[in-house]
C-alpha cells in the first residue's frame, strides 16, 4: 500500500495516509476501472489521488482540518502555561482581580500581613493565570488538605477586603 502511494500517487510520506489511500481504493469508482476503453492512465491516477486526498481529510481530527488556513484549538491545549478553557474563562470576581493587579498597593500588603506564611503561599498561588479555584491554589502551594485550605483562605481574604472597604467607607456588595 505504502509503495502504491508512493509511487503512483506521489505521496512523500505514505504512512499518515495509509487510510485515505486504503479508503480510496475501496471507493464505488473502483468499479469502473475495468472498463476504461476511452480513459487514459493519467486521468485514472489523478481521480484516485483527489479521492485519497478526500479521504485523508475526512481522517483528520478537526483540531488538525484547517479552515481558510487557521486551526481549531482544543479547550484543553496549552497556551503558555494555561489552556484555552483557562484564558477564555476566568471565574474570578472584578473585585478580586482588582487585588491581585495592584500589587503594589498598600491594602495588599496588609491582606498579606495578615495571613500566615502557608496561606499567603496560597493567595499567591491563587494570582497564577493556571489556577482558577481556592483547592486549585492551595494544592499548587502544597497544601496537605487543598480543599479546606483553600476555603480557609478565601475567607479570610473576603473578609480583609471586606473590612478595608467598611473602614475606608466604601459600599461593599455581595
Known amino acids: 500500500m505504502d509503495a502504491f502511494a508512493r509511487t503512483w500517487l506521489s505521496i512523500s510520506e505514505?504512512?499518515?495516509?495509509?487510510?485515505?489511500?486504503?479508503?480510496?481504493?475501496?471507493?464505488?469508482?473502483?468499479a469502473h476501472l475495468g472498463r476504461r476503453t476511452k480513459t487514459e492512465d493519467e486521468v485514472l491516477i489523478e481521480l484516485l489521488k483527489r479521492h485519497t486526498t478526500k479521504a485523508h481529510t475526512d481522517w483528520l481530527p478537526l483540531w488538525e482540518r484547517r479552515v481558510?488556513?487557521?486551526?481549531?484549538?482544543?479547550?484543553?491545549?496549552?497556551v503558555g502555561r494555561a489552556t484555552t478553557e483557562d484564558w477564555l474563562a476566568d471565574s474570578r470576581t472584578g473585585?478580586?482581580?482588582?487585588?491581585?493587579?495592584?500589587?503594589e498597593d498598600s491594602r495588599l500588603a496588609a491582606v498579606l500581613r495578615s495571613l500566615v506564611p502557608d496561606h499567603q503561599r496560597v493567595l499567591l498561588s491563587w494570582s497564577d493565570p493556571g489556577v482558577t479555584t481556592w483547592s486549585e491554589a492551595a494544592q499548587h502551594a502544597g497544601a496537605s488538605d487543598p480543599k479546606r485550605t483553600g476555603e480557609q483562605v478565601r475567607r479570610r481574604v473576603?473578609?480583609?477586603?471586606?473590612?478595608?472597604?467598611?473602614?475606608?467607607?466604601?459600599?461593599?456588595?455581595?
Do not use: I
Open 14 to 30: 505514505p504512512a499518515q495516509w495509509r487510510k485515505a489511500v486504503e479508503a480510496a481504493l475501496t471507493g464505488p469508482w473502483v
Open 158 to 174: 473576603r473578609y480583609m477586603v471586606d473590612e478595608q472597604r467598611r473602614r475606608t467607607g466604601l459600599r461593599v456588595e455581595r
Open 68 to 78: 481558510r488556513g487557521k486551526r481549531t484549538l482544543l479547550l484543553s491545549a496549552l
Open 95 to 103: 473585585e478580586v482581580q482588582a487585588l491581585l493587579q495592584e500589587v
